[in-house]
């Protein structure tokens, strides 16, 4: 049989029906679709895409199995090294991981490894009973944070008998894939499960729990838990510390999500505020950038703009991510970087309602030099190059960073420069019986790293309190 050349493609939304909605965009692999796109694979002995996967799940032994019919063994294979397969099938960056070394990838399209991942978990939540709780070992151990490097400790450790409660600042349990990720691209029942499938397995959930606030370190100590694991994300937004910033109409994109994703202010019946409609400027290129600009969209934006720094081979979005967004009408400004935010001011009224209100950013023009040590070239402004993009809100999405308030969490941790809780490679900080991984660690990364970051730290975990 010939070799189908490309992967088989996704059935998503009509863009222009999905931006009057926040239902989800890509509906998945119909069976039909999932047995086409396993037969692509080679089954490669070397195994290249297993390497791509900071996981190493076997890809090729689960992709044997669907065409197999075998889609309950599929997620075995899975669920052997990846505890969140709903929710990587979606949000992963395959085509910079697996699929980056897919041997298919060489001549043709790679084989396309999420959207079957995605398949199989599916398939299994629609089908399955929840996991079996293990027996107890009546060892307490404390998770700080529900994302998913703290989900993925949590639930490897109760797998092993542990008495896990998992303490999270938030009243919904998930980090970023509750209040970051919008509902279009992971929807919150999926995350919901995953949540429900700990708790079967023995995993207390406290939210509106602020460690730190709360309760402190030591006195999670105090009480009995014999290990922590701190999995505190990095939620402290960065700012272009540019004049206009404190404008009425200027969001960080995690105050903008939230907002929309958490407190669903895009529901008629929200309390929650949040600007609807008008101009908006989304700056940044990122994941984050392409949820801010799509929600806008959604929350009836007239027109969105991505203000991004570099060129479009530069963009650090996830590709389907950008892809969407262009079909739904973003538009992208490259090679452009905010110097001023521009406001309303009555200097006849000072009462005007109307004063401190966006009405544009000033941007200069950016041309690329050499690149820097992570290989991206990096931008210059062009002098004399300066213009006016005429705008009703902006949303900055640059970055976030680890919040310095993990200082006030606990004592006898050390902090790298940007904050990241300096860890070793088993996850273990300066303090003994305190683990961290994830972004609260790197730095803002990915889900699956850190899910790496999380299983590596339980395993860490069950050796320090089997000694
Ligand atoms: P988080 O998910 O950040 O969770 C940390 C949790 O800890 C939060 O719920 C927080 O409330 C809680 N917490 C913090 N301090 C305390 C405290 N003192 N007490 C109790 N709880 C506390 N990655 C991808 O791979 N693909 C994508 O497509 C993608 N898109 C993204 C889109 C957006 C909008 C954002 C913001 C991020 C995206 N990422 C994506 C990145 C990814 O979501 C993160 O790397 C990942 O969620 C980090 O997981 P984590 O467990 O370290 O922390
Ligand atoms: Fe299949 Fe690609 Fe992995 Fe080879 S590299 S086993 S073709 S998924």
């Known amino acids: 049989m010939a070799m189908e050349p490309k992967k088989t493609p996704m059935p998503t939304q009509d ?47 689960f992709i044997q199995k669907i065409r197999e019919g075998d889609l309950d063994g599929a997620y075995e294979v899975i669920a052997a090294t990846s505890s969140l397969p709903a929710v ?21 399209e790679p084989v396309g490894i999420g959207r079957l991942e995605r398949y199989v978990a599916d398939h299994h939540n629609a089908a399955s009973v929840p996991p079996r709780k293990a027996s107890s070992n009546g060892c307490k151990v404390a998770v700080v944070g529900s994302g998913p490097s703290s ?14 409660t998992v303490f999270e600042a938030l009243h919904a349990a998930g980090g970023v894939l509750v209040y970051g990720i919008p509902e279009f691209r992971l929807p919150k029942s999926i995350v919901a499960r995953e949540v429900e499938n700990l708790k079967a397995l023995g995993v207390t959930v406290e939210t509106n729990v602020v460690v ?27 700012f272009m510390n540019i004049p206009g910033e404190n404008l009425v109409g200027v969001y960080s994109a995690n105050e903008y ?27 940044g290129g990122g994941n984050v950038a392409m949820d801010a600009a799509r929600t806008a969209l959604r929350l009836g934006a007239e027109k969105v703009t991505i203000i991004y720094r570099r060129s479009e081979a530069e963009l650090p979005a996830r590709r389907e991510e950008a892809e969407h967004a262009r079909e739904e009408g973003v538009e992208f400004l490259y090679l452009a970087n905010p110097v001023e935010i521009l406001g309303y001011r009555n200097f006849e009224d000072p009462r005007d309602p109307k004063n401190g209100a966006v009405t544009g950013i000033r941007c200069t023009r950016m041309e690329l030099g050499e690149p820097d040590e992570r290989g991206r070239r990096v931008p210059r402004p062009i002098a004399g190059s ?13 970055g976030t960073s680890p919040n310095p308030l993990i200082r006030s969490i ?25 683990y961290a991984g994830g972004d609260a660690v790197t730095g ?16 860490a975990i069950h050796r320090y309190l089997s000694e």
Do not use: W
């Open 151 to 164: 989900l993925t400790c949590a639930g490897d450790l109760a797998k092993l008998g542990y008495d896990v």
């Open 257 to 283: 999500l939230t907002r929309s994703n958490l407190m669903k202010a895009y529901r008629e019946d929200s309390d929650t505020p949040i600007r609807k409609g008008g101009r908006v400027a989304v700056v």
């Open 444 to 459: 803002a990364a990915t889900v699956i790293s850190a899910m790496g970051a999380g299983k590596t730290a339980a395993a």
């Open 88 to 108: 990587c099938g979606r949000v992963c960056p395959q085509e910079n991981q697996c699929e980056a070394k897919c041997a298919m990838g060489i001549k043709f």
């Open 386 to 398: 300066e213009f006016h993009v005429p705008v009703d809100t902006v949303v900055i999405a640059i």
């Open 212 to 238: 730190g606030k709360t309760v402190t370190v030591d006195e999670l100590f105090e009480e009995g838990f014999r290990a922590v694991f701190l999995g505190t994300g990095a939620g402290l937004p960065m």
């Open 15 to 61: 863009p222009r029906e999905r931006i009057t909605n926040f239902r989800e965009v890509a509906l998945g692999y119909t069976p039909e679709d999932a047995r086409r796109e396993a037969l692509r694979c080679l089954n490669c002995k070397n195994r290249p895409c297993v390497e791509g996967c900071p996981v190493n799940v076997n890809i090729p032994g």
């Open 410 to 434: 606990v004592g006898g941790v050390q902090l790298n420069r940007r904050g990241g809780i300096v860890v070793t490679e088993e996850g273990a900080t300066h303090r003994a019986g305190v």
